[in-house]
Nanobody
Framework: QVQLVESGGGLVQPGGSLRLSCAAS????????MSWVRQAPGKGLEWVSD????????DYADSVKGRFTISRDNAKNTLYLQMNSQKPAGPAVYYC?????????????WGQGTQVTVSS
């Protein structure tokens, strides 16, 4: 069955960096676009970034553009989110999500999430 397992979350200081990983299994990882989505307590889901199946096309929310980088290693079935220059924020859970197509489209599977807190 499809599994998405995020890791790498934690506490980071403002201005610091953190890299999230999402290990995928149970499907042909290289055939589908992937996304990162986050959710703060009491708030709705916020799309963060997309990457197409081959890794050559990416897209970012304006709030993270220039600071976050999404990437993937199709040989390792792993998705990444490099987060730099973190801004102070309360906790947020970051989820990786599998898209239904090679680029864009609806999500059909989600990971369990990993929490990130940016605080001094």
């Amino acid at each position: 069955q499809v599994q998405l397992v995020e890791s790498g979350g934690g506490l980071v200081q403002p201005g610091g960096s953190l890299r999230l990983s999402c290990a995928a299994s149970g499907f042909t990882f290289s055939s589908y676009a992937m996304s990162w989505v986050r959710q703060a307590p009491g708030k709705g889901l916020e799309w963060v970034s997309d990457i197409n199946s081959g890794g050559g096309s990416t897209d970012y929310a304006d709030s993270v553009k220039g600071r976050f980088t999404i990437s993937r290693d199709n040989a390792k079935n792993t998705l990444y989110l490099q987060m730099n220059s973190q801004k102070p924020a309360g906790p947020a859970v970051y989820y990786c999500a599998k898209c239904r197509r090679k680029w864009g489209g609806e999500y059909d599977y989600w990971g369990q999430g990993t929490q990130v807190t940016v605080s001094s």
